[in-house]
Antibody
Framework: EVQLVESGGGLVQPGGSLRLSCAAS????????MSWVRQAPGKGLEWVSV???????KYADSVKGRLTISRDPSENTLYLQMNSLRPEDTAVYFC??????????WGKGTTVTVSS | QSVLTQPPSVSGAPGQRVTISCTGS?????????VHWYQQFPGTAPKLLIY???NRPSGVPDRFSGSKSGTSASLVITGLQAEDEADYYC????????????FGGGTKLTVL
């Protein structure tokens, strides 16, 4: 069964760091177009970052220079390193993958709260 | 504010047909980028509903259909059911956003 499971969310103070993980099963993260999408409380979806099959990465302007997407084929896991966190980064962070079309596999999300 | 504009809300009675619009510009939908649609229930992850403008993934009822024309796209739901009450998001790409995907602001569908 194809599945994504996120972890690593929590409460962090402004300026702090977190690393989110997204463990994949049923497919290989290194083969795919992998993304992080976030949703602030009561708001819509925001595409945060993507890494493609040849390791090109892209970031939303709002997170550029603070968030870094990466993947570990040996762990079959996608990561999002989050530094210099701000209150506006508070959101549910979803890991999503394009296996065949668009973003056709999603994890259930992990919640990040940035607050003092 | 997203580059893809959706109505904040739409509603319809059971059995009716509703349309959710997604309006873009010449740098996204009008630049021939495909449009995808996602359905999201409260507290859950989005689910792919329509891909590449008008295609349904396996398991999605044929009551859901999509179309695209010019700088806009639409999601049509026919034979509305109570279980369709959810948030719906369009998604495409924009040449001004360094290749990252972009979502519409989302539309809350209420079944009356």
């Amino acid at each position: 069964e194809v599945q994504l499971v996120e972890s690593g969310g929590g409460l962090v103070q402004p300026g702090g760091s977190l690393r989110l993980s997204c463990a994949a099963s049923g497919f290989t993260v290194s083969d795919g177009y992998m993304s992080w999408v976030r949703q602030a409380p009561g708001k819509g979806l925001e595409w945060v970052s993507v890494v493609d099959s040849v390791d090109n990465t892209k970031y939303a302007d709002s997170v550029k220079g603070r968030l870094t997407i990466s993947r570990d084929p040996s762990e079959n896991t996608l990561y999002l390193q989050m530094n210099s966190l701000r209150p506006e980064d508070t959101a549910v962070y979803f890991c999503a993958a394009k296996l065949r079309h668009a973003l056709d596999v999603w994890g259930k999300g992990t919640t990040v709260t940035v607050s003092s | 504010q997203s580059v893809l504009t959706q109505p904040p809300s739409v509603s319809g009675a059971p059995g009716q047909r509703v349309t959710i619009s997604c309006t873009g510009s010449s740098s996204n939908i009008g630049a021939n980028y495909d449009v995808h649609w996602y359905q999201q229930f409260p507290g859950t992850a989005p689910k792919l509903l329509i891909y590449n403008n008008n295609n349904r993934p396996s398991g999605v009822p044929d009551r859901f259909s999509g179309s695209k024309s010019g700088t806009s796209a639409s999601l049509v739901i026919t034979g509305l059911q109570a279980e369709d009450e959810a948030d719906y998001y369009c998604q495409s790409y924009d040449s001004s956003l360094s290749g990252l995907g972009v979502f519409g602001g989302g539309t809350k569908l209420t079944v009356l």
